[in-house]
């Protein structure tokens, strides 16, 4: 950075990062020039006011196999092709000015392709002044009343600044004069050169704000070209030589092209506050925006002539174009430039219009040009380097050193990156399609530009002088001149002033007539007049001055004072400022808890809403639910009723049908009772029949019992006891012998017929009954059987009687002996079955057939008889029964038990299932075993006992609870 220079103070400079930390980036600015003519292809187009996009032209697409390509770029701002150029100065170039009115640096250049309007961003066109004129014309209008007098300011030649004293400013004035070198300020417009008077419109001009009144101001201007890496000055008196005049400073041509001399080149230095600066180079003091530009015509077209003479392309040079400022505090009076170099304030802007960026000459470049094109490629592409440098080193934390040194430009500049600064860029861009490729590396250059960070330019400290002092020594020079006007004497009527009293006071001059040149009283008179004059006037002038003094001292006092005020403002200033914060702070917060508030109110409200719905859903449903219990009662009531109702017709019916049954069963008795009595009446003639036909043993005729004493057990029996059966059993014919008792009954039951028409009663029907019994697990509820076991009887016959006791009194075999005597009476037709419960019955006589001689052994009878049960399996029952000997010397038995054994495969269905089946349709099974309460416990009981006896075989019967 071009530090700003403190007068001649040889001083060093503070460490920058302790001044500053606050860094902007480089604020990179992009102009597109409008096309040179319709028929040109853009390759460039504008999509917002920070954004562009480059399209490859179609020749370009072709050569790259038709790769469409379309790259943005974005800015701090783009200004298109209506931008006027007021209106760019006004973004880019303003702020610097401003900058610079306020003692702080700038940098500004314009950078493109030759032929993208730097040259005329920068310098412009005549009625389209650029940014550097514009520049200029703000400095003076900010400025222009505080500028102090010429060679008040006076640069040294090394980049410092000197302030004269007034008689040295004057007499070095008059000495310029006198040799008409420097030019004189044009005192207005007309007389401007018509060549560049058209650059600086009066009408757009700008004015910075918050000028320091209280400072002297003073405007050099410097400018140089880099040509070929060489540093020409292009303000450079050229050297006194009579034959070859100085360049005047009307820039008026030379007056012979063969009298041009070559320009020396400069180099560049460091100065004491280690800021480069171009040794020896002419600093042009200016005081107006004509003047100064004047002195850039000027340079401007002794670059002209230079490129004519030397042959040289002026887009391959860099111009800059530098405008420094000096300002200076006045002294406490306001009068004077305060004659202290530390206060002097020096500061620069740089406005640099670089040269063509690319790669190669756009004109044929041969030989020396070649070169030429070559170095000025290389001080771009330092610059280049340089940024990228400067950008790693910044954004990565790294510290590679940055090659400004390899390139005037660069090492020129060096000072704006590395220190601080404001550095702003114009990228000038041709959006014809021929530049295309140079754009896009332009562009490229422009982007990582904008990431390089300059450090921000701090705000000088003022001196120690109380502000508006120029105003108030002016305010006072008028209020003197007014007063010395007044000196005069009073205005007739008003009462005299001080100051006239004073003079009035005066001894008055006495007659001063002289008539003789040795006149003793007239100058006698005259010199003590003048002599008391002069005493008053010195006591006058001690007064004044003794005034003055208070009076200045009073002045400082007040100053002080103001200067306390102005801290104590200060300070009050800094507190309100926090309080401001504070109360920011505070009016966040509140905006905070009222939206909060507001939101909770919302959710309160949401859920009012959500309660008063539920309430009335309550209320709905409460309502609901007292109809629903009302209904319910009316229903249950109904029910009950229908209940009453119900109960009473079943009650009826049940009366009705219990009568009807009475009626009925009495119905049914009495018809019974007369068929008993026709049976009654049959047996009795058949046993007369029988009687009479058989022996004459017994002469007993057996009575007939009456009705009554029939009726009698089957009234008593609700229990009934085992009834005696007769069987008269009567060895069966060999081939009949194999016969089952059911066959032998049936068979009886045929002959039945024949006996009746051969006039015995007519067959019972307990036959049957005793089938049933069968299926009752030998339970007998037959009335008295009698069973006369006859020898070689083949007759069955049975007698129902019904009476208790039996006919003929049976004896009984006494039982004291201890041990029962069985006939196991096995007939020879049955069949093994090879089960594992066999009838064992110890000291048996085992018969085949019934035979008189064992029955008479024994008292107790079994027969084993097998059948075919409904379920297709064998059944084998054990009839036992007692034997009693008759009275004729016979024997009878009386069966008193069955036992059915029966033998069932396992893959019947199970009993559960069949019970569970039955469930429903017991009807269907009601003559079956299982709905016999006593079957179901005792297949209870086989149940258990089967796990010893394997499945499937059933013992059935319970023979010793029959025994009487
Ligand atoms: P460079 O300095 O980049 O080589 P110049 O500034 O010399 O380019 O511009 C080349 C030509 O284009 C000049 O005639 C100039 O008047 C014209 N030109 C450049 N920019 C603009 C613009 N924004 N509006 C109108 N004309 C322009
Ligand atoms: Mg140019």
Not at 51 to 61: N, R, S, V
Not at 404 to 417: A, G, M, P
Not at 502 to 523: G, H
Not at 913 to 921: A, D, L, Q, T
Request: charge should be positive; include cysteine.
């Amino acid at each position: 950075m071009i530090r700003p220079t403190k007068g001649k103070t040889p001083r060093r400079p503070v460490p920058k990062k302790q001044l500053n930390n606050q860094k902007d980036p480089v604020g990179v600015y992009c102009r597109v020039r409008p096309l040179g003519s319709e028929d040109e292809e853009c390759c460039v187009e504008v999509i917002s006011n920070t954004t562009i996009q480059l399209h490859a032209p179609d020749g370009l697409k072709a050569n790259r196999n038709g790769e469409f390509k379309e790259t943005q770029y974005t800015f701090k701002k783009v200004f298109g092709l209506k931008t006027t150029q007021k209106e760019l100065f006004d973004d880019v170039a303003k702020p610097l000015v401003e900058d610079l009115v306020h003692c702080k640096n700038g940098l500004l250049f314009t950078y493109g392709v030759t032929g993208s309007g730097k040259t005329y961003t920068m310098t412009g066109s005549p009625g389209q002044g650029g940014l550097l004129p514009r520049s200029l014309d703000m400095i003076f209008n900010s400025i222009g009343p505080f500028q102090a007098k010429r060679f008040v300011f006076k640069p040294d030649d090394k980049n410092g600044m000197e302030v004269q004293n007034q008689v040295d400013a004057l007499l070095e004035r008059q000495k310029r004069e006198s040799q008409q070198s420097v030019p004189k300020t044009p005192s207005s417009r007309q007389k401007l050169d018509p060549e560049f008077a058209d650059m600086i419109s009066p009408e757009d001009s700008s004015k910075a704000e918050g000028v320091d009144e209280d400072s002297s101001y003073s405007v050099f201007v410097s400018y140089i070209e880099i040509y070929n890496n060489y540093i020409y000055d292009l303000l450079e008196d050229a050297p006194f030589d009579p034959i070859k005049p100085k360049w005047n400073g009307t820039g008026t041509p030379l007056r012979h092209n063969t009298e041009f001399i070559p320009p020396q080149s400069k180099i560049l230095r460091e100065d004491q506050n280690h800021n480069m600066y171009v040794a020896g180079c002419t600093e042009v003091e200016v005081k107006s925006t004509e003047e100064a530009f004047e002195v850039f015509w000027r340079g401007q077209k002794k670059r002209r002539i230079a490129n004519t003479q030397l042959n040289r392309e002026s887009s391959r040079s860099h111009s800059v174009f530098i405008v420094k400022l000096a300002q200076a505090p006045l002294d406490a009076d306001g009068d004077n430039v305060l004659q202290d170099k530390n206060q002097v304030n020096v500061s620069q802007l740089c406005l640099v219009d670089l040269a063509g960026s690319e790669r190669t000459s756009r004109t044929r470049a041969e030989g020396n040009r070649l070169r030429e094109a070559g170095n000025i490629n290389q001080s771009l592409m330092t610059l280049r380097t340089c940024i990228e440098v400067l950008r790693e080193n910044q954004m990565c934390g790294t510290n590679k050193m940055v090659p400004y040194r390899d390139s005037k430009v660069t090492h020129l500049f060096k000072n704006y990156f590395d220190g601080e600064g404001k550095v702003r860029m114009v990228v000038c861009v041709n959006p014809n399609a021929d530049d295309y490729e140079e754009t896009m590396l332009v562009m490229r250059f422009a982007e990582m530009t904008q990431e390089v960070e300059v450090a921000r330019p701090v705000d000088r400290p003022i001196c120690g002088f109380a502000a508006g002092r120029r105003h108030r020594n002016q305010a006072f020079k008028e209020e003197l001149s007014r007063r010395l006007e007044e000196r005069g004497g009073p205005v007739d009527g008003e009462p005299p002033s001080a100051l006239g009293q004073l003079l009035q006071s005066l001894p008055q001059l006495p007659p001063c007539e002289i008539s003789d040149p040795a006149d003793d009283v007239t100058f006698p008179r005259v010199i003590e007049c003048l002599e008391k004059r002069l005493k008053i006037r010195q006591m006058l002038t001690g007064e004044y001055n003794k005034a003055a003094n208070m009076l200045k001292s009073m002045l400082q006092d007040l100053d002080g004072k103001l200067i306390s005020k102005e801290n104590f403002i200060h300070d009050q200033q800094g507190k309100l400022g926090e309080k401001d914060k504070m109360i920011h702070n505070q009016k966040n917060e509140i905006d905070r808890l009222e939206k909060k508030s507001k939101m909770l109110e919302y959710k309160i409200d949401i859920l009012q809403k959500t309660t008063n719905i539920y309430e009335e859903d309550k209320r709905v449903l409460q309502h609901e639910l007292e109809t629903r219990e009302q209904r319910l009662q009316r229903e249950l009531s109904e029910k009950k009723r229908m209940e009453a109702r119900m109960q009473g017709f079943v009650t009826d019916e049940k009366l009705r049908w219990q009568k009807e049954c009475e009626r009925r069963v009495n119905a049914k008795e009495l018809e019974m009772q007369n068929k008993l009595w026709v049976k009654d009446e049959k047996l009795k003639q058949l046993k007369a029949i029988v009687t009479e036909n058989k022996t004459e043993n017994r002469p007993d005729k057996p009575q007939r019992p009456s009705r009554e004493k029939d009726r009698a057990p089957a009234k008593r029996s609700a229990s009934p006891s085992p009834i005696p059966q007769v069987v008269r059993t009567a060895p069966l014919p060999p081939s009949t012998r194999s016969v089952s008792v059911a066959s032998c009954i049936s068979e009886w039951e045929q002959r039945v017929p024949q006996a009746d028409r051969q006039g015995s009663p007519s067959p019972p029907q307990s036959i049957s009954r005793a089938q049933g019994l069968s299926r009752r697990r030998g339970r007998c509820w037959a009335r008295d059987c009698e069973v006369p076991v006859q020898s070689r009887d083949l007759d069955l016959e049975e007698n129902v009687y019904r009476t208790a006791a039996p006919v003929r009194p049976m004896h009984r075999r006494s039982h004291s002996a201890g041990a029962e005597r069985w006939v196991d009476h096995k007939p020879l037709t049955n069949v093994e079955l090879d089960t594992v419960m066999q009838p064992n019955v110890p000291n048996a006589i085992k018969v085949t057939a019934p035979s008189e001689k064992a029955l008479s052994k024994c008292d107790k009878y079994m027969l084993t008889h097998q059948e075919v049960a409904s379920d297709g399996e064998i059944q084998t029952k054990l009839i036992k029964g007692e034997v009693f000997k008759t009275r004729g010397g016979g024997q009878a038995v009386q069966f008193t038990d069955i036992e059915t054994l029966k033998q069932e495969t396992p893959v019947a269905p199970s009993r559960k299932r069949r019970s569970s089946e039955n469930g429903p349709n017991q009807e269907q099974n009601k003559d079956g075993d299982w709905t016999d309460v006593e079957t179901r416990c005792s297949v209870a009981v086989e149940m258990r006992a089967g796990s010893k006896v394997g499945p499937g075989y059933q013992h059935h019967g319970y023979p010793k609870r029959r025994k009487p």
